[in-house]
């Protein structure tokens, strides 16, 4: 099945930087893979996506890249504001027909005022 | 807000026990997923249903079983319940499989 590696686990940075957080995937026949963005004791929030034929999305102050030649995708944050604070996740659906997303492990990011 | 709801939002009950978890997906989607976060195993997914059939599973333990019924909405059993079942219970819809998942705001179950 797929499996899912997330770097780094954690992440401080100063308002105002930018923010990368790095995932690799396993199944190369998987096509989704978005982010989530989680506060503590909330839902994880869907905060941007992308699929396997294009390769960036950008929404604003984050970006997406995907790299399916080295399975691997990231997550860009720029201007960095304390409110980006949480735990951020990113996340594949397998290719084998059942849709089942994988998380990585999360990357807890602080922005420091 | 999501558009996904489940309830209870807390549920505290003893080892042995059995409860049921339920939850609406957002209006017009047909695919239902749940999932178990507890702090030392991140997001797991349990189980997908899509239309009212069953189509994937995780790491779903034989103690615990889900069904979507014809309104769409579905709920997940748990029984036996163990100490390490406390966690957070997600559900988490979608309009068809692959496709952007949403989730509900979540169950955190504690079991004493």
């Known amino acids: 099945g797929e499996n899912v590696e997330q770097h780094p686990s954690t992440l401080s940075v100063q308002e105002g930087d930018s923010a990368v957080i790095k995932c690799t995937y396993s199944?190369?026949?998987?096509?989704?893979f978005p982010w989530y963005k989680q506060e503590l004791g909330k839902r994880p929030q869907l905060i941007i996506d992308?699929?396997?034929?294009?390769g960036e999305k950008k929404d604003q102050r984050i970006a997406v890249t995907l790299n399916k030649t080295a399975k691997h995708f990231s997550l860009h944050i720029t201007e960095t504001q304390p409110e980006d604070s949480a735990v951020y996740f990113c996340?594949?659906?397998?290719?084998?027909?059942?849709?089942?997303?994988?998380f990585g492990k999360g990357t807890k990011l602080s922005v420091i005022p | 807000d999501s558009g996904v709801t489940q309830t209870p939002k807390h549920l505290i009950t003893a080892t042995g026990q059995r409860v049921t978890l339920r939850c609406s997906p957002r209006?017009?989607?047909?695919?239902v997923y749940w999932y178990q976060q507890s702090l030392d195993q991140g997001l797991q997914f349990l189980i997908q249903?899509?239309?009212?059939?069953?189509?994937a599973k995780g790491n779903i333990l034989e103690r615990f079983s889900a069904q979507q019924f014809p309104d769409l909405h579905s709920e997940l059993n748990l029984s036996s319940l163990e100490l390490g079942d406390s966690a957070l219970y997600f559900c988490?819809?979608?309009?068809?499989?692959?496709?952007?998942?949403?989730f509900g705001p979540g169950t955190r179950l504690t079991v004493t």
């Open positions: 988490a819809s979608s309009v068809i499989p692959g496709y952007e998942q949403y």
């Open positions: 199944d190369s026949a998987s096509n989704y």
């Open positions: 992308i699929r396997s034929n294009v």
């Open positions: 996340a594949a659906y397998s290719g084998a027909g059942s849709y089942q997303l994988t």
């Open positions: 209006s017009g989607d047909l695919s």
């Open positions: 249903y899509y239309n009212g059939e069953e189509r």
